[in-house]
Nanobody
């Protein structure tokens, strides 16, 4: 069964950093485009970042540009989201998701484009 599992969330002070990991179980992550999404209480799930199968194309929502970096290590079957200069408004449950639905050098940040989802990891930014 195809599964993705997120890890790396936690409590961090404003200005701090966290690195989230998305690992695959039962399939080769390198064959899929990966998206990171987040959902804060009372808000809709939003796309944060994505990376293409090739790794050559990435996208970010405007609110995280310059602070978050997505990367993939196919040898470890893992995708990372490095989050720096965290702000209280980054507080949310973060999800990774996988899809075959893009060409090799493309990715998108619409949740409906991703059929395979993890359970999420909580990120809380607070002093």
């Amino acid at each position: 069964q195809l599964q993705v599992v997120e890890s790396g969330g936690g409590l961090v002070q404003p200005g701090g950093s966290l690195r989230l990991s998305c690992a695959a179980s039962g399939f080769t992550l390198g064959n899929y485009a990966i998206g990171w999404f987040r959902q804060a209480p009372g808000k809709e799930r939003e796309g944060v970042s994505c990376i293409s199968i090739s790794g050559g194309s990435t996208n970010y929502v405007d609110s995280v540009k310059g602070r978050f970096t997505i990367s993939r290590d196919n040898a470890k079957n893992t995708v990372y989201l490095q989050m720096n200069s965290l702000k209280p408004e980054d507080t949310a449950v973060y999800y990774c998701a996988a899809t075959l639905g893009f060409f090799r050098n493309m990715c998108g940040m619409t949740p409906s484009g991703y059929p395979y989802w993890g359970q999420g990891t909580q990120v809380t930014v607070s002093s």
